[in-house]
């Protein structure tokens, strides 16, 4: 590969990342060619963490950051053209899984992507591949392979370990098949338009309903990172509404002495104060992760505002203002620290919002004022209980303003026993299925 091909790879690669929000200045292009020339091409992965290095910022873009390098730096280039059949395929998987060979497993990945994964003269498919291939049904022949090799004694510790030791390695293959196949289309096509439009994961567009534990872990980590930015835009705000607004009556007083146009302006100034704000969160099942997230961001922009107030529920409502703001170093155990500490459900289990927020309004209804902004935090499902909108509708008329967050596609409001429909006459309700939006939605709807 010639210096100008590399150094226009490394200038493609660095757009690419732009493209999906990761933020690359100047200066990190710069450290990105003097890695690329200390470094040389002798070694791709001391080429990849060399560049990683001078790109990120942080770890959580890996995600962005691996499989985009893996389209302008392939592997080989070409297809390996050793056609195998499937049951071959599986026969020689399940000896390197066993092994845990990395180099025949990255071998099979190619040569299963080229027996299985084509679709057209330019077109080759991981999904396919996989589904042909069926890895993950693999999982008992592995295992009693690797016991016939050992002692031959089990037991159910031991079992889930070597399970998910090899659930670790099927996973690792899976991985190199879609790498395989991204340098196929890439070899085939428009390198930079297949790495603008590709699928990257990032923490960001992590879907809370969906997230499991692992993810939720690193949606946490980005909590102190997103605070700041939002500080910092809610702070531009701010300043932009502290100039005040024109005071027209004042305005054309002034203006007489210039024949009655304006030419100075004059503001009626805003007087300064932090806005109060009062979280209502739903923390039963699969909502419970975007609530903590949220309350925890909310916790972090505390500065922000003059007072904050937060209510969590499942059935029954109860304060968890002083939980959040002393156990924000520990994020991971919130919820199991507001499960143990607070009251949050009656005589069942399941959520209930119309008895929630008639409690609410029962004993912590001198908690909204005029200056408080309430945000509801919640998929809106029922369990076709009685809505009770009657003390929703009390919340909305003491508060300044309220909004409703909810974590479910739009598509699904209204579906089996979801009354988003009902309690969005109300208040304003707005889809927030992952960070992305919800840094929007709180950059935009936080009052200043």
């Not at 090799?149 to 037991?155: A, C, E, M, N």
């Not at 805003?270 to 909310?298: I, W």
């Not at 007072?307 to 304060?319: G, M, P, Q």
């Not at 929007?440 to 709807?445: D, E, F, H, N, S």
């Amino acid at each position: 590969m010639s210096t100008a091909s590399v150094a226009d790879r490394v200038t493609s690669l660095v757009r690419a990342l732009r493209a999906h929000g990761v933020r690359i200045g100047t200066g990190e292009s710069v450290d990105a060619a003097r890695a690329v020339a200390a470094l040389g091409l002798d070694s791709r992965e001391h080429l990849r963490e060399g560049l990683a290095a001078a790109l990120l910022h942080d770890q959580g873009q890996r995600a962005v950051f691996d499989p985009v390098f893996d389209v302008y730096f392939p592997h080989t280039v070409g297809a390996p053209g050793s056609a195998a059949d499937r049951d071959t395929l599986r026969e020689r998987l399940t000896e390197a899984l066993v092994a845990n060979d990395r180099a025949a497993l990255a071998r099979i990945a190619a040569d299963a992507v080229d027996s299985l994964g084509g679709y057209d003269a330019n077109g080759w498919s991981s999904q396919q591949t996989l589904d042909r291939l069926r890895p993950q049904t693999l999982l008992a022949p592995v295992m009693s392979a690797i016991r016939a090799g050992g002692s031959g004694q089990s037991g159910a510790f031991t079992d889930r370990i070597e399970a998910d030791e090899i659930r670790r390695r099927i996973e690792e293959f899976r991985e190199r098949v879609r790498g395989e196949a991204r340098r196929r289309v890439a070899e085939a096509r428009d390198r930079d338009e297949l790495a603008r439009r590709m699928p990257v994961h990032t923490p960001d567009r992590t879907v809370f309903l969906y997230a499991d534990k692992a993810q939720l872990a690193e949606l946490r980590r980005t909590v102190h990172p997103l605070a700041r930015k939002l500080a910092t835009r809610l702070a531009a705000r701010r300043r932009r509404a502290a100039r005040g607004h024109i005071d027209l009556r004042r305005t054309l007083r002034g203006s007489l002495s210039t024949g009655g146009v304006p030419m100075r302006p004059v503001l009626r100034k805003r007087r300064p104060s932090r806005p109060e704000l009062v979280l209502l969160c739903d923390v039963s099942g699969s909502v419970a992760g975007f609530a903590n997230f949220t309350m925890l961001l909310v916790q972090a922009l505390h500065d922000q505002f003059n007072k904050i107030r937060v209510f969590a529920f499942v059935n029954r409502i109860d304060e968890v203002t002083e939980l959040i703001a002393h156990g924000a170093a520990d994020a991971e155990g919130l919820g199991a620290r507001i499960a143990a500490e607070a009251t949050l459900t009656g005589w069942h289990g399941s959520s209930d919002y119309g008895t929630a927020l008639g409690e609410f309004v029962e004993r912590y209804e001198s908690a909204i004022g005029p200056r408080s902004t309430v945000f509801v935090l919640g998929d809106a499902r029922n369990n076709q209980q009685n809505p009770n909108l009657p003390a929703l509708r009390r919340i909305t008329r003491a508060a300044r303003r309220t909004y409703w967050l909810n974590p479910e596609p739009r598509s699904q409001w209204d579906t089996g026993d979801s009354a988003a429909s009902t309690y969005a006459a109300l208040v304003d309700m707005h889809e927030c299925r992952n960070a992305r939006q919800l840094s929007a939605l709180v950059g935009r709807l936080l009052p200043v």
